[in-house]
Structures are given as C-alpha cells and as structure tokens.
C-alpha cells in the first residue's frame, strides 16, 4: 500500500491508518514506518539525483558569491539549483517547526480512523481545486516557498497528502505545474529524513 500510495497525491500515511484499523494493526510500527519512509526516500533520491547533484555543486560554487543582498537576488538567475536548494531549506523550516511543536497532537491523529478519514476528503477537495489555480510564471521565492513549507506542515496530518497539498499550494502560489511537482518531492527529502 505504501508503494502504491507514496508517489501520488492521496496520503499514503493516511491508507496506512486505515488499514492498521482495518485488519486489526496496533500500536506503532517504528521498524516498518523507517523501512517503508527509508525506501520511499531512496526512491526520490534515485528519481532526482541530477537535479540533487546540480543543487550541491552549484549550491558550492555559488557560496562566494553571496556575500550582500545583490549576490542573494541573483541566485536564481546565475545559479537556479542553488536557488532550488535554498528554497527547499526555507520551506522546511515552518515543517520543522510545526512537527516539533505540535508533535503529540498530530500522533495522537494516527489512532484516529474518523478524523483520517475528513482528512482524506480535505485532500480530495484540495485537488479537486487545483484545476481551478490560475496559470504562474514558475518562479518560486521565498514568501512562496515558506507558504509551502506551512502546508506541508499541516500536511503531518495523516490523510492530508504531503505531495498533493504541497503540489496544490505551490501551483495557487502561481508556480508552474512541473516545476511544483519538482519541488514537492525534492522538498520531501528532509521531512521525511527528519520524520
């Protein structure tokens, strides 16, 4: 189910949940929730490694070169992997710090099937939105990534797809659709490094 949930925008931590209660699953299953998010992320760092690659190569060639804001505001344009890099830290941090924050009350979501349950129909409602995003010019920035950061945050939830919302934001942030997608699973790297 992990397999077949991970890669698309419907929560696989959510069909987990349902499925523990459905055949009888308790208590939590570190081993198995490590393996399973251990291969995912073999499977994304697999899936990017050259864009991965671009980012720390340029994100170290493009070291010296920000020294004041000018060096900063031409990233993008001089070094777009490092840009990338850059925006994948800054979305992470309002996903770290919600995780840390409200870490026993999203847990205590796992054992609740009801509540897994409206998430998943918040997330078919997201993606179900997404056709009506308005066309973007792909640029991703700062304010756009920390807002995709905050929904990927909230995303912790089981039921609520990492990908799906993350996707759904970004393109609303008025980012292109491929270059969402990219930047959703390059931004799952550290969240569920970290998870």
């Excluded at 073999?42 to 020294?67: K, Q």
């Excluded at 304010?143 to 919302?165: E, F, M, Y």
Aim: charged residues 10%; proline residues 5%; positive net charge.
């Amino acid at each position: 189910m992990q397999g077949l949930t991970e890669f698309l925008p419907v929560s696989s931590s959510g069909h987990l949940t349902l499925a523990g209660h459905f055949f009888g699953v308790t208590g939590p299953q570190l081993v198995f929730d490590v393996m399973v998010h251990g291969a995912t992320l073999v499977a994304v760092i697999v899936f990017y490694r050259r864009d991965l690659a671009l980012m720390l190569s340029e994100s170290w060639r493009a070291l010296p070169t920000l020294g004041g804001l000018a060096g900063w505001r031409s990233l993008a344009t001089q070094f777009p992997h490092a840009h990338l890099a850059a925006m994948v830290l800054v979305a992470s941090l309002p996903t770290a710090i919600i995780g840390l924050v409200f870490k026993d009350q999203l847990e205590a979501l796992f054992a609740a099937p009801r509540a897994v349950a409206g998430a998943l129909l918040v997330t078919a409602g997201a993606l179900v939105a997404s056709r009506f995003a308005p066309a973007g010019d792909g640029r991703l920035g700062v304010a756009r990534a920390l807002i995709v950061g905050v929904v990927q945050g909230v995303a912790i939830i089981p039921g609520i797809s990492r990908s799906g919302s993350t996707i759904v934001a970004a393109l609303f942030c008025g980012v292109g659709r491929e270059d969402a997608a990219r930047f959703s699973f390059l931004l799952s790297l550290p969240a569920v490094a970290g998870a």
